[in-house]
C-alpha cells in the first residue's frame, strides 16, 4: 500500500492504459460501424473458442473458496496476527451490499426471468409455462449467487491478504510478484498485468454504465414518452459523467458515502413495497423453490456448453455473466478488500459468498416473482414486453402494480445514484491503479479516468448496443482470466509456506 506523503507520480501505466481506451474511443466515434463489425466477429470468436475456459475457471473458484472456508487456512487474519475488524459484522455487511448490488441487478431483477421465461434455456422446455417460469427462476438464481461473487471474492481476498497480511499495494501485479520474483523482465511485466487489469476494469464499469443508461432512457420512455434513441441515451451519458464527475471532486467520506446510503434506503423501499404489494406468498414460495433448484443443479448449471446442439443461449447468457464479473473483479474486489482488515479468511469467503448472493437472490425472487406471477395467473403480457423492449422490464412491471408513477420515478433516481456511485468509486480505484497504488490518486487523473469512462460507454452504446456492451465485458476479460487463476496459485503457495513456518 503506498502512504507516502510525496505527490502520486504517472507512470506507463496510466499512459499507456489510458492512450488504449483513448483510441478505442475516438475509433467508435468515427467509425462506428466498422468497430461494430469488428467487434461482433471477435465477439462470436471468444465466446465459441473460450467459452469452457470461462466456465471452468469460475467453477475452480468457487471450489477453491470452499476449500480454504473450511480448512486450516481459515483461521489466517487478513492482516496481523493481533488485528481484528475494523468494522462491525452488519456494517460490513453493508459495505459488501453497496459493492456488489448494483445497478446490473436492478436492469436484470425482472429482465432476466422474463427472458427466460418466453426464451427458456432448454429447448424442451415450453415458453410461458409453469415449467418454464421455475427454469427462469431457477437459472436467474444461478446467475446471480455464488459463482459471480467468487470472482469478486477471489480478488478482494488476494488483494487483502497482501495489503494487510503481507503490507503490500494494492496492485494486482504486487500478487503475482512470488511467481516474477526478481527476472530480468520483473517491471515491464508487473506493469503489463496491471494494463490488462485497469482496461477489464474500465469496460467492466463501461458495460455496467451502459445497461444503467438503457434502463434509464426505457423508465424515461416509460413514465414520460422520452424517445429510446441513440441520441438520448449519449446525452444521459452526459449528465451522469458531469454528475459523478462533480462527486469525485467531494473525495470518499464526502460523496461516495453520501449516495451509498440514498442507494441502499431506495432500493430496500422498493424491495419492501414490492413485497408487500406483490404476491407475497407467491414471492416466499419462489424463492425456497428457487433455492432449491439452484441448489440442486449448481453443477450440472456451472459445467453446461451446447456442443451437441450449437445452440447460443449459453454463451448469451452464463458466458456473458461471467466475463462481466471477472471484468467488474478488480474494482468490487478492491472496494472489499479494503473494508475487510482483520477478519480471517474463513469469516472473509462465508460472509462474502453468503450474505450478498442471498440479498441478489431475494431482490430476483421479488421482482421477477412478482412479474412472473401476473404473466401466470392475472393474464398480463410483460414477457412479451421484455422480449420486445428488455430495458422497459422493470417498468412494465410497476405499471401493474399501485403508485406506478412513484415507484417507476424513485426506480431512475436509484439507477441513477447507483451509476453515480459505481463510476465514482470506479474512477478512484482505476486512478489508484494507474498511480502506483496511491491511495490518494491526484484530481486531474479522476477526471481524465472518468471522461474516458464516460466516453467508451457512449462508443459502446452508439456502435452496437446491448451487444456491444457484452462484447467489451468478454474481451476484456480473457486475458484477465489467466491472471486470475495464477493469483489462485500465488495465494495457495503463500498460505501453505505461512503455515509450515508456522508448525516450525
Same mark, same amino acid.
Given at each position: 500500500?503506498?502512504?507516502?506523503?510525496? /505527490?502520486?507520480?504517472?507512470?506507463?501505466?496510466?499512459?499507456?492504459?489510458?492512450? =488504449?481506451?483513448?483510441?478505442?474511443?475516438?475509433?467508435?466515434?468515427?467509425?462506428?460501424?466498422?468497430?461494430?463489425?469488428?467487434?461482433?466477429?471477435?465477439?462470436?470468436?471468444?465466446?465459441?473458442?473460450?467459452?469452457?475456459?470461462?466456465?471452468?475457471?469460475?467453477?475452480?473458484?468457487?471450489?477453491?473458496?470452499?476449500?480454504?472456508?473450511?480448512?486450516?487456512?481459515?483461521?489466517?487474519?487478513?492482516?496481523?496476527?493481533?488485528?481484528?475488524?475494523?468494522?462491525?459484522?452488519?456494517?460490513?455487511?453493508?459495505?459488501?451490499?453497496?459493492?456488489?448490488?448494483?445497478?446490473?441487478?436492478?436492469?436484470?431483477?425482472?429482465?432476466?426471468?422474463?427472458?427466460?421465461?418466453?426464451?427458456?434455456?432448454? &429447448?424442451?422446455?415450453?415458453?410461458?409455462?409453469?415449467?418454464?417460469?421455475?427454469?427462469?427462476?431457477a437459472y436467474s438464481f444461478f446467475h446471480w449467487g455464488v459463482s459471480q461473487w467468487s470472482?469478486?471474492?477471489?480478488?478482494?481476498?488476494?488483494?487483502?491478504?497482501?495489503?494487510?497480511?503481507?503490507?503490500?499495494?494494492?496492485?494486482?501485479?504486487?500478487?503475482?510478484?512470488?511467481?516474477?520474483?526478481?527476472r530480468p523482465y520483473k517491471q515491464p511485466l508487473n506493469q503489463t498485468i496491471d494494463i490488462?487489469?485497469? @482496461?477489464?476494469?474500465?469496460?467492466?464499469?463501461?458495460?455496467?454504465?451502459?445497461?444503467?443508461?438503457?434502463?434509464?432512457?426505457?423508465?424515461?420512455?416509460?413514465?414520460?414518452?422520452?424517445?429510446?434513441?441513440?441520441?438520448?441515451?449519449?446525452?444521459?451519458?452526459?449528465?451522469?459523467?458531469?454528475?459523478?464527475?462533480?462527486?469525485?471532486?467531494?473525495?470518499?467520506?464526502?460523496?461516495? /458515502?453520501?449516495?451509498?446510503?440514498?442507494?441502499?434506503?431506495?432500493?430496500?423501499? =422498493?424491495?419492501?413495497?414490492?413485497?408487500?404489494?406483490?404476491?407475497?406468498?407467491?414471492?416466499?414460495?419462489?424463492?425456497?423453490?428457487? =433455492?432449491?433448484?439452484?441448489?440442486?443443479?449448481?453443477?450440472?448449471?456451472? =459445467?453446461?456448453?451446447?456442443?451437441?446442439?450449437?445452440?447460443?443461449?449459453?454463451?448469451?447468457?452464463?458466458?456473458?455473466?461471467?466475463?462481466?464479473?471477472?471484468?467488474?473483479?478488480?474494482?468490487?474486489?478492491?472496494?472489499?478488500?479494503?473494508?475487510?482488515?482483520?477478519?480471517?479468511?474463513?469469516?472473509?469467503?462465508?460472509?462474502?459468498?453468503?450474505?450478498?448472493?442471498?440479498? &441478489?437472490?431475494?431482490?430476483? &425472487?421479488?421482482?421477477?416473482?412478482?412479474?412472473?406471477?401476473?404473466?401466470?395467473?392475472?393474464?398480463?403480457?410483460?414477457?412479451?414486453?421484455?422480449?420486445?423492449?428488455?430495458?422497459?422490464?422493470?417498468?412494465?412491471?410497476?405499471?401493474?402494480?399501485?403508485?406506478?408513477? @412513484?415507484?417507476?420515478?424513485?426506480?431512475?433516481?436509484?439507477?441513477?445514484?447507483?451509476? @453515480?456511485?459505481? &463510476?465514482?468509486?470506479?474512477?478512484?480505484?482505476?486512478?489508484s491503479m494507474t498511480t502506483n497504488g496511491s491511495l490518494n490518486p491526484p484530481l486531474t487523473?479522476?477526471?481524465?479516468?472518468?471522461?474516458?469512462?464516460?466516453?467508451?460507454?457512449?462508443?459502446?452504446? @452508439?456502435?452496437?448496443?446491448?451487444?456491444?456492451?457484452?462484447?467489451?465485458?468478454?474481451?476484456?476479460?480473457?486475458?484477465?482470466?489467466?491472471?486470475?487463476?495464477?493469483?489462485?496459485?500465488?495465494?495457495?503457495?503463500?498460505?501453505?509456506?505461512?503455515?509450515?513456518? /508456522?508448525?516450525?
Open positions: 500500500m503506498n502512504t507516502s506523503p510525496e /505527490k502520486p507520480r504517472l507512470n506507463r501505466v496510466f499512459y499507456i492504459s489510458a492512450s =488504449l481506451i483513448a483510441l478505442l474511443v475516438l475509433f467508435g466515434a468515427i467509425r462506428p460501424t466498422l468497430f461494430a463489425t469488428i467487434a461482433g466477429n471477435i465477439f462470436n470468436f471468444t465466446t465459441r473458442s473460450f467459452g469452457w475456459f470461462y466456465l471452468l475457471a469460475v467453477f475452480l473458484f468457487v471450489v477453491f473458496l470452499v476449500f480454504l472456508a473450511f480448512s486450516k487456512y481459515g483461521k489466517i487474519r487478513l492482516g496481523t496476527d493481533q488485528d481484528r475488524p475494523q468494522y462491525p459484522f452488519f456494517t460490513w455487511i453493508g459495505m459488501l451490499f453497496s459493492a456488489g448490488f448494483g445497478v446490473g441487478l436492478v436492469f436484470w431483477g425482472v429482465a432476466e426471468p422474463m427472458s427466460h421465461f418466453i426464451t427458456p434455456p432448454y &429447448a424442451d422446455t415450453t415458453e410461458l409455462t409453469v415449467e418454464g417460469a421455475r427454469l427462469a427462476m470472482v469478486f471474492a477471489i480478488v478482494g481476498l488476494i488483494i487483502a491478504y497482501f495489503q494487510f497480511r503481507r503490507n503490500a499495494d494494492g496492485l494486482i501485479s504486487t500478487s503475482l510478484s512470488p511467481l516474477i520474483k526478481d490488462l487489469a485497469v @482496461i477489464a476494469t474500465v469496460m467492466g464499469v463501461a458495460t455496467s454504465l451502459g445497461l444503467g443508461v438503457l434502463q434509464i432512457n426505457g423508465g424515461l420512455n416509460s413514465v414520460f414518452g422520452l424517445p429510446n434513441t441513440a441520441l438520448v441515451q449519449v446525452l444521459i451519458i452526459v449528465v451522469l459523467t458531469v454528475l459523478f464527475l462533480t462527486s469525485t471532486t467531494t473525495g470518499l467520506d464526502r460523496g461516495i /458515502k453520501w449516495l451509498s446510503n440514498i442507494n441502499l434506503g431506495t432500493a430496500l423501499v =422498493l424491495m419492501v413495497f414490492v413485497f408487500f404489494a406483490g404476491p407475497t406468498i407467491f414471492i416466499l414460495e419462489t424463492f425456497t423453490l428457487g =433455492l432449491g433448484d439452484y441448489l440442486q443443479n449448481f453443477i450440472r448449471y456451472s =459445467l453446461r456448453l451446447q456442443p451437441y446442439q450449437q445452440g447460443t443461449w449459453v454463451r448469451d447468457w452464463t458466458i456473458f455473466y461471467w466475463a462481466w464479473a471477472i471484468a467488474w473483479s478488480p474494482f468490487v474486489g478492491a472496494f472489499v478488500a479494503r473494508v475487510s482488515r482483520g477478519r480471517t479468511i474463513r469469516e472473509f469467503i462465508v460472509g462474502v459468498l453468503v450474505v450478498p448472493p442471498f440479498i &441478489a437472490l431475494m431482490w430476483i &425472487a421479488v421482482f421477477g416473482g412478482t412479474a412472473l406471477h401476473l404473466d401466470l395467473f392475472e393474464g398480463t403480457s410483460i414477457a412479451q414486453a421484455v422480449d420486445a423492449d428488455v430495458t422497459s422490464a422493470l417498468f412494465v412491471t410497476f405499471a401493474e402494480l399501485p403508485f406506478s408513477f @412513484i415507484l417507476s420515478t424513485l426506480s431512475i433516481l436509484l439507477i441513477l445514484t447507483f451509476l @453515480i456511485t459505481s &463510476a465514482d468509486s470506479a474512477t478512484y480505484i482505476i486512478s487523473v479522476r477526471i481524465v479516468w472518468g471522461i474516458l469512462l464516460g466516453g467508451i460507454a457512449a462508443v459502446l452504446l @452508439i456502435a452496437s448496443g446491448l451487444e456491444g456492451l457484452q462484447t467489451a465485458s468478454l474481451i476484456s476479460a480473457l486475458p484477465f482470466t489467466v491472471i486470475l487463476l495464477l493469483m489462485v496459485y500465488t495465494l495457495f503457495s503463500l498460505l501453505r509456506k505461512e503455515n509450515v513456518r /508456522k508448525i516450525k
